[in-house]
Structures are given as structure tokens and as C-alpha cells.
């Protein structure tokens, strides 16, 4: 499959496909229906849907999505469903997203092989922020063995000097057991992503926050198998789909790393610069802390 974006110069195009973080300049806007307030730090979370769930013009999508993160004006944002070169959309989503926002880095983690490129998850972050490390991380598939496997799934992990983002997108169904039975591979994706979080980040001296499309509601089991080690720190009253008006993406804080105090937490419904409810199947959702 074609688009315009298949034409674009050689130059351009290996950068947006390319494999790293870029920096880049812009200004951001004065207005928002969400102020933060001074000395607060926000995480926003925001499912993009490879950026084509209403708009068929990848650009206009992804300049309207830069437009309202800018006016959010968070410190980090972890991304669900991008698409990296692949026949769907032959670009880096990510970075073309970061090159639309102006002076910001963009770290992708790939979730699994797609159309002849990558699909996965993703973590922007101004261009000031001390990042010490990241890495993605795939969870177990079982199901690959099966007639009908269910897509891997994974987690991005970005380390700054101040705090640690992990940003993953969950997903549900079931495998089969060695007695003929069944398990929930989403139960199975929280297991080890648990395990993977308290290995490295338990008694973590800077908090440690996770973000993501969590595929599940407040008080589901999946829910409550993250709440054994994590504290919801999003606003789990308001709805985060556009269609379902379910509540499915969260924002948590690991509970044994550094504590911070909850400020607000919303769902982001309006927007004076873009149109929430055309930019994805998903609205985006911020919690402002303090250290």
C-alpha cells in the first residue's frame, strides 16, 4: 500500500525510520481546559490507534494529536498502538508525532513484527529530560503455538534522572494448557510484568509510574492483579473510549518506589486546538503528581 508518505525524500524518510530519539523545536500554547498547576508533574497516556481511526489523512491526524499534547503540556507521554515502516503506514509514527510537537525525543518499543514493519508501543518526552535508559520488554506468548495466535504484547520502559515510565498495551483472550485447559493470557501479561517491575524498581528512590490501554475496567480481576503492587493514580470515574464509553486506560504509581501526592487526574474531553473525539478510538488521560 501506497500513501504520501511513501514519497517523501530519502533523507527524511530514513530519519522517521529510524530507530532512536530526535530533538526538535516548537513553542507551546498558553490555553488549556486543563491547567497544570506550577511545581506539578503530569503523565499523560494516550492510545492514538496507529493515528487512523477517523481521519484518513495521517498528516492532519498527527498534527491535530500534536497540537492537543502541546497544549496538555505534560512532562511524559506513553503511547499505545503506533506503527514503525510498515506497509499500513510506511513511517515512524513516533518520531513524525515528536517532529510535529517540537522540541521533543521519542523512544519506541516494538510489539510485534507487522505488515513488513513494526507495530508497538511508545514514550515521548521533552527534549531537557535526563533519560538514563530504555528498553522494551515482550511478555510471553503462548498462544504463538496455537491454531489462531493472539498478538504479542509488550511494555516500553524509559529511566530518567527523576522518575521511570513504563507504558504498555494489554491484551485479552485466553491459552491453552498442557491438561486441556484454559488460561487468561491477559493475567499472564500482568504476571510477568509485575515480576519484571519489582525485580528492577522495588524500593526505587524516584517514582516509579505505568500507563497504558489496560484493555480492562475498575475492579475487573486484571485490574485488581495490578493493584497488588500498583496504586491507581488516573480518574477511574471518567470514561476513556470514544465509542464504548468505557474506562479501560489507567495511570498507576508502583507503590513501593518513591511517593508522590495525587494533585487531579482527568480524562482529556476538550481541546481548544483539536478534536478528541476524531484524533482516536481512545481520548488521552493525564494524573498531575507532586514529588
Known sequence: MRNRFTILPVLLLSLLCSCGSGDNSGESPVKSYYPKAKGTFRVMSYNVGAMHKFIPDLRDN???????????????VGLSELDSCNQRHNVNQVAMLTEAIGKWSWYFGKALDYRGGSYGNGIIVPSKTKVVNQYSHRYPNPTLE??????????????????????????????NLPDGGKANYMLLQIEDLNKLALE??????????????????????????????????????????????????????????????????????????????????????YADVKF
Open 62 to 76: 498527527v498534527d491535530m494529536i500534536a497540537a492537543m499534547i502541546r497544549e496538555t503540556q505534560p512532562d511524559v
Open 146 to 175: 496455537e491454531e489462531n495466535p493472539r498478538e504479542t504484547r509488550s511494555v516500553i520502559v524509559l529511566e530518567t534522572d527523576k522518575y521511570i515510565l513504563l507504558a504498555t498495551h494489554l491484551g485479552g483472550g485466553t491459552y
Open 200 to 285: 528492577k524498581y522495588k524500593g526505587s528512590r524516584v517514582p516509579v509510574f505505568l500507563c497504558g490501554d489496560m484493555n480492562a475496567t475498575p475492579g475487573s480481576e486484571p485490574i485488581q492483579a495490578l493493584e497488588q503492587y500498583w496504586e491507581v493514580i488516573s480518574n477511574q470515574d471518567e470514561m476513556t473510549t470514544v465509542n464504548t464509553h468505557r474506562t479501560i486506560d489507567f495511570i498507576f504509581h508502583l507503590k513501593d518506589s518513591a511517593p508522590v501526592e495525587v494533585i487531579g487526574a482527568h480524562t482529556l474531553l476538550k481541546f481548544y486546538d483539536g478534536d478528541s473525539e476524531k484524533a482516536s478510538d481512545h481520548f488521552p488521560i
